[in-house]
């Protein structure tokens, strides 16, 4: 069995049940803040990654994340949030946690022990996607068979884990490992452990997003205004790229059915929905592309 750092002891808490509620709180603020400077070592091995999400992408390929207990619900949080943002097909990015659907709200015990139900489902994956393995220990067995399988199939693997010493550093194509230490409670990998897999998960989909065109500038292009929030944010993204009222970045967002790269399109071009669209598919629907084009005539 390979050494387990996430259960050691933290030398800096073990008075945490003494401390008054404020010191407690600050106690926990000062873990935290080693998190993002971790993050920041690995920085290029997160880049490596992005690249090969987004390479998988353009080619029609999916984005999977696996994981057991936090790890296997911060997985599926992330997926889910893809589709609204980006306004991506569900199958383009997928969580799946060891136990099933069922574990997403309720320990399924045993679950991260299961190597053949980690095979089993990698079966979805092809040698088209990515598959990411994410684990604070680097250890459940579930995991192991998860990249067994994505390995048989041909599957690209990267693995996201806070133990060097895990077998998923080990086993994984690429290993993005955020060695945060000892957490506030021993072996409570949902703290520190958890938040940097947190951040990391974020910059893989946004970032994978972003190099496919999903992103004009820092704006949320391709979000799906389904509520007055994002409808609000609709209006005001389009006005402001498109330089016009809000009133007129409405009109064009009526026209198209709320479709901003449409709507930014047709104001700049002067044109209707349908002819708007068909310049965008000229460009692979990438608007910074169509944009540049337009300026350089």
Known sequence: MSEVITEYRNENTKDIDLLSTIDMVRKMNE???????VVGDVAPDIAIAIDMIAKAFLKGGRLFYFGAGTSGRLGILDASECPPTFSVDPSMVQGRIAGGQEAFLRAVEGAEDNFEQGQKDAEILTDKDVCVAISASGNPKYLLGVLDKADEIGCATIGITCNSKGRIAQEAGHVICTEVGPEVIAGSSRLKAGTAQKMVLNMLSTGSMIKIGKTYENFMIDLKAVNEKLKDRAIRIVSQISEVSNSDALAALL???????????MLKMNTDADSARLELKKYGGVLRRLINSESAV
């Open 31 to 37: 873990e935290d803040q080693i998190v993002a400077k």
């Open 255 to 265: 026209k198209c059915n709320w479709e901003i790269k449409t709507a930014i399109i």
